[in-house]
């Protein structure tokens, strides 16, 4: 991958900083920050930076490179509507080709040369003087740092960007491996290892069945059980990627049932849960086929609402765990020692490599308490403020990708950044045009957004009483979006003035 770094932003001395004035600056290279990036060119806005603290594009799909990560929308779905790839292998992509797509988009929209690779934001802060945003990075391990001045952030630092490490008693004793499912080591190797997981969420139930069969033994701490459907996962055959290359309305097409299918499935989540009940008989079909053990059985059998926690998708997980070298453990995790986890029945189980598949902080990123906009109030502290889930009342010229509210339980998440990114495209557009006033949007207008959506989401599925990540500490769901994509696009497919104040620049 071609670095970007230019005269114009060579690494200063250690302890120095090197200031650029930009109309655009984005954070991050997933498919969110990619796509801002794009997105201005093809709009005609070509004076951006583009921030990533990696040394590679691939946000997401960059930093989970477990074994077995696969994405769980179909490929034709899960790509931007204006980069379709023909010759998907799977109809489920898997990590490194989900990888490899995003290289090859950065690459053929031309946004190389704008990013700056090992750049990490530590700082955002809105200049009322100025009217401007100034954001400090830094570069690498140099100490070298950076300060852009900016009209307008778009951040895409996403929902999974900061894994979440478990505060366990004496995980800083253990002698052996402890990695995060987010910071793999490709070098390690499950062969011959007594190997923990924490964790059976959508990490966990993918790195489960890839490295049971090599380990001597397998030790899964179960906090939550899982409802585990049937994966439908299957090679893409020759004659249907001639067919997209070919004649690529046939692509088009497939991309619009399938978006389709997964549409209507929103009923169940955010109108009629009962629906779901169908699911819940699949669920049991699959795992009972799978594990004959009465005792598992009980252990992976969820006491909640199948749909309030995230539905996960394997063929594979229940014959992991239900292995001769596998076990689940639900006791609570009380302790590590040297060579062991001890669980609150006293039992100390030996081992020798620790997975933690303990997800991400979403609601709480830390990358919020960096972002300070107007009277010193930080993102973290206005974050369930967000409007459309993409600006904030007192942070003007501020856009973020994937905020608030915008997760789903049923489609792609990139229909929702390319949603998302309809509405901050046309509100620059209308903003220069009318000679360049940062938008700020009203504190009435975002307090009523999200009164409404806090009215609707306690009737769908994820308000039904389980504990997820979707939660915030306060129990507000700030995470999904409660109803259909189609009427996300239809709110965001324009940007209206009149639901925002003007800060004009100095």
Not at 125 to 148: L, M, N, P, Q, V
Not at 173 to 198: N, Q
Not at 348 to 363: E, N, Q
Request: net charge positive.
């Amino acid at each position: 991958m071609p670095r970007a770094d230019t005269p114009a932003t060579a690494s200063p001395a250690p302890g120095d900083v090197t200031s650029r004035e930009v109309t655009f600056v984005i954070i991050g290279t997933g498919f969110s920050g990619l796509g801002a990036a794009i997105a201005l060119r093809r709009a005609g806005f070509h004076d951006l930076v583009v921030l990533e603290r990696a040394d590679d594009v691939g946000g997401t799909w960059r930093d989970n490179a477990y074994p077995g990560c696969r994405c769980d929308v179909q490929s034709n779905l899960y790509s931007f509507s204006f980069a379709p790839k023909p010759d998907w292998s799977e109809t489920y992509s898997a990590q490194p080709e989900l990888r490899s797509y995003l290289r090859d988009v950065a690459t053929r929209y031309g946004v190389l040369p704008a990013i700056r690779f090992g750049h990490e934001v530590t700082a955002a802060r809105w200049d009322d003087a100025a009217r401007r945003w100034r954001i400090a990075a830094s570069h690498g391990e140099s100490g070298a740092g950076y300060e852009f001045s900016a009209r307008y952030v778009i951040a895409g630092t996403g929902f999974l960007a900061e894994p979440a490490l478990p505060d366990i008693p004496g995980i800083d004793k253990f002698e052996g491996t402890i990695m995060h499912s987010a910071r793999w080591d490709p070098r390690w190797s499950a062969a011959g290892r007594r190997v923990a997981v924490i964790g059976t969420g959508a990490s966990a139930i993918q790195i489960v069945p890839e490295i049971q069969p090599e380990a001597e033994r397998l030790t899964v701490f179960q906090r939550t059980p899982a409802y585990v459907l049937p994966h439908d996962n299957r090679p893409v055959a020759r004659w249907e990627r001639q067919l997209y290359r070919y004649l690529p309305v046939t692509q088009t097409a497939a991309r619009i049932v399938t978006y389709w299918k997964r549409e209507i499935l929103a009923i169940g989540f955010v109108m009629r849960p009962q629906i779901l009940r169908t699911a819940e008989g699949i669920w049991r079909q699959h795992m009972e086929a799978s594990i004959t053990d009465p005792e598992l059985r009980r252990q992976l059998t969820p006491d909640y609402r199948l749909g309030c926690k995230r539905i996960l998708l394997s063929n594979e997980f229940y014959p992991a765990v239900a292995a001769s070298n596998a076990a689940v453990v639900t006791e609570p995790i009380v302790e590590f020692a040297p060579g062991a986890i001890v669980t609150a029945d006293g039992a100390r189980h030996p081992v020798d490599t620790v997975v933690l598949a303990t997800g991400f902080h979403v609601s709480d990123n830390p990358m919020h308490a960096k972002v300070t906009g107007r009277g010193g109030r930080t993102m973290a502290s206005m974050f369930g403020q967000t409007y459309l889930g993409t600006v904030l009342p007192g942070f003007p010229g501020y856009f973020q990708l994937i905020g608030a509210n915008t997760g789903l339980g049923h489609s792609s998440m990139v229909y929702m950044i390319e949603s998302q990114l309809a509405f901050v495209i046309d509100a620059i557009r209308k903003i220069e045009a009318a000679g360049g006033a940062v938008p700020d949007v009203r504190p009435d207008v975002a307090a009523a957004y999200n009164a409404g959506l806090q009215r609707k989401l306690p009737a769908t599925i994820w308000g039904s009483g389980c504990a997820s990540w979707y939660l915030d500490p306060a129990g507000r769901n700030l995470t999904l979006w409660p109803g259909f994509t189609l009427a996300f696009r239809r709110r965001t497919r324009r940007f209206r003035p009149r639901d925002f104040i003007t800060v004009r620049p100095g």
